[in-house]
């Protein structure tokens, strides 16, 4: 009997331990094979080269044009969730009723369920040809309309997450601004949302992470050429397209231009974990204020 | 105060309830315009032979067959493997591990798996599965890189569920002399069972929509057999439609529209079914 519960014990341990051991493999995977690559190519050339072409005759390791695409759209995707995820928030923590808050967030976050390769279809056949309509000179593939795009799927991100964090504020404070003949709207901005700033930040650090790290939009709306600009009607290049265009092509594997994808991806890791860490202590240091 | 000061405090406040709607119904409408928009393109190619068919390089006689047969044994596979993984870690987390600085670090650690873009999880799954363990780009492959991506769901919704269960329940059942795993198996995770099967339907559409990952082991293979073996090549549906999408052609694109209205009914009706059974649970659950 005991040994029958020991022996399920360990079972259980290593099944959490895989959780670890994942995490190692990943690491190694990223840093053994970079290694490969940054022993032909200098860490200098690699975050300084304006140009990154290794799959040209005439070859350029710099990474800046791919992150300057995941910025980009990233950029753009942000612009249009945190407002509108902000405002929804606030709209039903303050002003819907509970059942109407209950009812529309679990539909809000069907937004976040739709595989991503469907908004791709989306970007790509409905929503850039009708910005082509308004916008002059805006190429068929480009930064701009995939960023729109996945702007509208991290929205639940952060209107969830905020208004978790803002129904987290205990009734109290709301009744005491109230009390004072404060509106629901200097509730609000003034109250509220400064006491669950925490937790609305933590929200848009990981609806930023999401979007950085998000691949079928980008692959199939933003298109395949890495470039240095800021203007969102040009096409471009991010990381994680790049990867997916090297997995798709023929390169032939351990050779130089095939170890690009593990660099590429360890400059994705390291924001994306950056950016996770940041939100999880935030979470842990804040969590507990009004308990 | 004065009086219309008050009343534009009063205005404005108005005023942001119907920013408030307005932001609401463009997100939704959103949602709404993609539906109509690929119903509206894919509606008509819907047809037996489109879901019976086998792949084809003529945009009217390819099917889905093989698509949709590699789609269902890639998710049988990896719910094998994922499931029984993440409720048992997730039980270990809870109600079996100290809380101390290891704890603490497994903590992080799942938190910041969730949060691991999936392409990564793809190059992870190239080298340790498709080269290292030689599995190839085999249905086995994918369903290992699949069950990686959605254990941290599964772990953190069994964790979640695990501690909605009152304690006293534990108690009770500790009085009349149950061990722990007795305890665990017979009172906890039936109580937990509601919020656990919501983690997982949510953990299975998250895999059925996944693309990134499965093109980076190398899933883009014109496949023309649907796979009898877990070490067969294999095609999914988001594969076939990323490879349809990406044709010039537009007798493809509609065929992409009409897989994508496949995959979409199917994630959407699995999100329904977790929310109803959420809802439900959590009415038992509060006791």
């Known amino acids: 009997m005991r040994a029958k519960e020991k022996m399920i014990e360990l079972v259980m341990l290593l099944c959490s331990l895989l959780t670890v051991v994942t995490t190692a493999a990943i690491i190694f995977v990223l840093v053994k094979d970079s290694i490969g690559f940054f022993r032909e190519v200098s860490i200098g050339e690699f975050l300084t080269d304006t140009q990154w072409t290794p799959l040209f005759s005439e070859k350029h390791f710099g990474i800046l044009p791919l992150l300057c695409g995941t910025l980009l759209t990233t950029f753009i995707a942000i612009l249009v969730a945190v407002p509108l995820g902000l405002i929804i928030a606030i709209y039903l923590n303050e002003y819907a009723s509970r059942k109407i808050s209950g009812t529309l967030k679990p539909v809000l976050e069907t937004l976040a369920a739709v595989p991503t390769v469907i908004y791709g279809f989306f970007a790509l056949q409905f929503v850039t040809p009708l910005l082509q309509e308004v916008i002059h000179g805006l190429a068929g593939f480009n930064a701009l309309s995939p960023g729109l795009v996945m702007g509208i799927m991290i929205i639940p991100y952060i209107s969830s997450l905020s208004e978790d964090a803002l129904r987290a504020v205990p009734q109290s404070l709301r009744e005491a601004s109230y009390g004072m003949g404060a509106t629901r709207l200097q509730t609000a901005l003034k109250v509220l949302v400064p006491a669950a700033s925490s937790g609305i930040i933590v929200s848009v650090i990981l609806a930023i992470s999401r979007a950085l790290g998000e691949t079928m939009i980008v692959a199939i709306a933003a298109g395949q050429e890495p470039k240095l600009t800021a203007d969102p009607r040009e096409s471009v290049e991010t990381i994680t397209t790049y990867i997916v265009q090297v997995s798709l092509g023929d390169v032939p594997q351990d050779s130089l231009e095939y170890n690009t994808i593990f660099a590429a991806g360890m400059t994705l890791f390291v924001f994306t974990f950056l950016l996770n860490n940041i939100s999880f202590w935030l979470r842990k240091k804040y969590q507990n204020r009004y308990e | ?287």
């Open chain 2, 1 to 287: 105060m004065k009086r219309g000061n008050s009343n534009l405090l009063t205005l404005k406040d108005s005023a942001f309830k119907y920013l408030g709607i307005t932001c609401l119904v463009i997100a939704l409408s959103v949602l709404a315009l993609l539906i109509w928009d690929i119903f509206s393109r894919g509606l008509l190619r819907l047809n037996w032979s489109f879901l019976s068919n086998l792949p084809s390089r003529h945009a009217e006689k390819a099917g889905i067959r093989t698509a949709l047969a590699g789609m269902i044994s890639l998710l049988l596979f990896t719910i094998m493997v994922a499931v029984p993984i993440g409720i048992m870690a997730g039980i270990y987390l809870e109600e079996y591990g100290r809380k101390n600085w290891f704890a603490k670090f497994v903590e992080i650690n799942i938190s910041n798996l969730a949060g691991v873009p999936s392409v990564i999880y793809g190059i992870l799954g190239l080298q340790v599965f498709v080269r290292t363990a030689e599995l190839g780009n085999s249905l086995i492959a994918g369903a290992f890189t699949l069950a990686l991506l959605i254990l941290p769901i599964i772990i953190v919704a069994t964790r979640e569920a695990i501690r909605a269960v009152p304690s006293s329940l534990r108690d009770a059942s500790y009085g009349m002399g149950a061990t722990k795993w007795q305890t665990t198996r017979r009172v906890v995770l039936p109580s937990a069972m509601g919020g656990i099967l919501t983690g997982i339907i949510l953990a299975i559409s998250r895999a059925i929509g996944e693309t990134a990952p499965l093109l980076v082991i190398g899933a883009l293979a014109y496949v023309p057999f649907i796979p009898e073996g877990p070490k067969d090549q294999f095609t999914t549906l988001p594969i076939q439609v990323f490879n349809w999408t990406t044709r010039p052609q537009a007798t493809f694109i509609v065929n992409a529209a009409a897989g994508i209205i496949i995959l979409l009914t199917v994630t959407l009706i699995l999100n329904s079914i977790a929310i109803y059974i959420r809802g439900r649970w959590y009415k038992k659950i509060s006791y």
